[in-house]
């Protein structure tokens, strides 16, 4: 048992929670803002390990491997992954933004799935997985009986300098409030002179941009990209957000690194737990406290 519940494993579902915060922040921060349950975000983290995989051998000709190629690749992704989840947006959830949600749902499935399918289908690309590039030299270190790679430290760091910026700018911005307001009333933020639109934009292109860098942190750390790698992920950041309360930032970082936690300790006791354990993580929240552990009570028509 004690080897099970180690330090070792504890700063593995640490950093495997870092990556699932980034993308289950893009969940709760559309669902706070539109009310939909945007399931090709798990999509747009993959789009952003492609894009990540591709910038690095672009870039490889003329940086020098190191910090600044690492750190050109982290932006690429990001903005590989706002691109995506802009267009979505435009194309495929505007042109629905007032019909029965359902709808949106629905689309939102499409969209991932030709996303998924697309990616697949690209001569460049192809179904099958191959390997990420090593963006830089992985090195491990020994702290308190555990083996803590370089990679672990950038993931941390990654999420947290995010997450910080995150936390900053819809608190203490005026877009931020903006954000807040269309939130909360979309109708009297309108009246306020607030373009709701843009701010729904703005909110859909950080949530991508978060998936993006996320993509770049786990092709770095679990170094296989494929074009359905999003699937299982996305899922499990989904239910890291409905755990810490969908639409609520707090609550989806919480979530988040007990979903990390939860899925490292049941696969060091078997793998196939260790799979599972988030969607009975879900049937017990949706049990016992279906608003989350930050979530409110709230009255929601359908």
């Not at 607030?194 to 860098?213: K, L, R, S, W």
């Not at 996320?214 to 092709?219: D, E, I, P, R």
């Amino acid at each position: 048992m004690g080897s099970i519940f180690s330090f070792q494993q504890i700063v593995n579902g640490l950093q495997l929670g870092a990556i699932y915060a980034l993308i289950a922040l893009g969940y709760t921060m559309v669902y706070g803002i539109v009310r939909l349950i945007n399931f090709a975000h798990g999509d747009f983290f993959m789009v952003g390990a492609y894009v990540a995989y591709a910038a690095f051998y672009v870039f490889n000709f003329f940086l020098p491997q190191g910090n600044v190629l690492a750190f050109a690749v982290l932006i690429v992704a990001m903005i590989g992954g706002a691109a995506v989840a802009l267009l979505s947006n435009q194309f495929a959830y505007k042109p629905l933004r007032y019909k029965p949600r359902l709808s949106s749902l629905v689309t939102a499935i499409g969209v991932s799935m030709l996303l998924e399918y697309l990616f697949s289908a690209l001569p460049f690309i192809g179904p099958s997985p191959r390997g990420f590039p090593e963006l830089l030299k992985k090195e491990m270190y020994r702290f308190g009986g555990a083996e803590i790679s370089n990679y672990v430290m950038i993931d941390l760091l990654v999420a947290a300098v995010l997450m910080i910026g995150l936390t900053y700018l819809v608190r203490r911005t005026p877009l931020g409030k903006a954000m807040r307001a269309v939130s909360q009333d979309k109708d009297a933020a309108k009246l306020m002179g607030i373009d709701v639109e843009m701010v729904i934009g703005f909110t859909f292109a950080v949530g991508g941009a978060f998936a993006g860098a996320a993509g770049l942190l786990a092709g770095l750390t679990y170094p296989r990209i494929q074009p359905y790698m999003g699937i299982l992920p996305g899922l499990k950041a989904f239910i890291a957000a409905v755990l810490g309360g969908i639409g609520n930032i707090p609550g989806a970082v919480l979530g988040a690194f007990i979903m990390g936690l939860a899925e490292t300790f049941a696969t060091a006791y078997n793998s196939l737990l260790g799979e599972g354990i988030a969607f009975v993580i879900l049937i017990v929240v949706l049990l016992l406290r279906p608003n989350g552990i930050l979530g409110e009570k709230t009255a929601d028509k359908i």
